[in-house]
């Protein structure tokens, strides 16, 4: 089992939609960056690729990088997805806090979860998103834009496979009923 942390801030932008955990929520702003922005998903991708020791994505998706302008952070994760997949990994737990002054998030933490235990290929009961304010302190606060904070747990899948083939060998050896 190995553990991941990410974090990510954005400001807020006029002219641009408002895309949080890979859905479009109705504001007045959006979150000014090179992709569409989304500070929960680059946070969790972050997490991810630090838990498997990848880099970061800065270093996978650099904003100088024509490619990612504009691009679905949904797009980047589902790359980080299949890297992981690629060294054995699968995501165990995903624990995130989206930091906020406004908009109010509640009402699509659900939907937001779905999207993310889709793309992650996981039960709904391994993601978590929660939101919280900073009673107006600091640049959230202020209304001036958004954080998010991401702790992944990942496992190897092929050490699952083995234990199981382990035993069942077992079983056949021994001759043991479980």
Not at 16 to 23: D, E, F
Not at 93 to 121: F, H, S, W
Not at 139 to 148: D, I, L
């Amino acid at each position: 089992m190995r553990v991941g942390f990410g974090y990510d801030v954005h400001a807020f932008a006029v002219g641009r939609k408002l895309i949080l955990g890979g859905i479009e929520i109705p504001f007045e702003k959006g979150l000014q960056g090179h992709s569409d922005a989304d500070v929960l998903l680059h946070a969790v991708m972050d997490a991810f690729l630090g838990a498997a020791a990848l880099g970061d994505i800065g270093f996978l998706f650099p904003d100088n990088d024509v490619r990612y302008k504009d691009v679905s952070s949904l797009v980047l994760l589902q790359q980080v997805v299949e890297l992981l997949q690629s060294r054995c990994y699968t995501c165990n737990n995903l624990d995130c806090t989206i930091v906020a002054q406004v908009p109010k998030v509640a009402p699509y933490r659900e939907e937001m979860r779905k999207k993310l235990a889709a793309v992650l290929g996981v039960r709904l009961d391994q993601v978590s998103i929660k939101a919280t304010t900073t009673e107006g302190l600091g640049f959230t606060g202020r209304k001036e834009g958004m954080a998010a904070y991401a702790v992944c747990t990942i496992k190897k899948i092929e050490q699952e496979e083995d234990r199981a083939r382990r035993i069942k060998e077992i079983k056949l050896q021994t001759n043991l009923v479980f």
